[in-house]
């Protein structure tokens, strides 16, 4: 049963540029987390979606960045126009169709995104 | 917006020994809370996970401890062993689906 799947695994951008980082869910999930972690730090919630829908995007900045989750294919996290403020590690989290605060959350391996 | 207060910031424990890490959070009514360990360049993996209608879980070397009362629980690591040293998150659930993280606690376990 493969896990949570995330390409790519480095992404390097130079400011201006467009960052897409995507994310595939484990088999029979379907709900996506998007969390932000910076160096020595913990991770930051960003964004949760469910096929097709935004649930909550609480976290995420309001300008420059987007989400989705398409019936088909993975999750996208959409960086536009990347600052260096926004070099980071993008982890991507699925849970089971219940969608309960206490389903457990399975992390991808994360995208380590570097801003020139 | 919940707070997650994670404490110490790093952890050195000679090998044997007990890994103690601890979180205090704020006011909240949910009933779930998640451990993760991470490994440098990998994603979170849930160690364990406790819910408030018990004080104590154990797996193997791994126990949740669980205060309600006084809104803190700690991760206990016994024997600790070379291949604990991590990363260690507390989380909590921070509104809706979403988990609040700590800080984090870099632990090392020496031989």
């Not at chain 2, 020994?17 to 949910?30: D, K």
């Not at chain 2, 629980?73 to 989380?91: E, N, R, V, W």
Request: glycine share 10%.
């Amino acid at each position: 049963n493969a896990g949570v799947m995330q390409n790519p695994r480095h992404l390097v951008r130079r400011r201006g540029q467009e960052a897409r980082l995507r994310c595939s869910p484990m088999k029979g999930h379907s709900h996506v987390y998007w969390y932000r972690q910076l160096p020595e730090e913990g991770l930051k919630f960003m964004v949760y979606l469910q096929k097709e829908n935004i649930i909550d995007e609480s976290g995420m900045p309001k300008e420059r960045f987007s989400a989705e989750f398409p019936k088909e294919g993975p999750s996208i996290l959409r960086i536009q126009q990347v600052v260096r403020g926004d070099s980071a590690a993008y982890f991507c989290a699925s849970s089971s169709t219940a969608g309960d605060t206490t389903d457990t959350q399975y992390f991808g391996p994360g995208t380590r995104l570097t801003v020139l | 917006q919940q707070q997650v207060k994670q404490s110490p910031q790093s952890l050195i424990v000679q090998k044997g020994g007990i890994s103690i890490i601890n979180c205090a959070y704020e006011n909240t009514a949910f009933d779930y809370f998640p451990w993760y360990q991470q490994f440098p360049g990998k994603g979170p993996a849930l160690l364990i996970a406790i819910r408030p209608d018990v004080s104590e879980k154990k797996e193997g070397r791994f126990t949740i401890s669980f205060n309600k009362s006084a809104k803190q629980f700690s991760l206990h690591i016994m024997d600790s062993q070379p291949g604990d040293s991590a990363t260690y998150f507390c989380a909590c659930p921070g509104g809706g689906n979403k988990l609040t993280f700590g800080t984090g606690t870099q632990l090392k376990v020496e031989l």
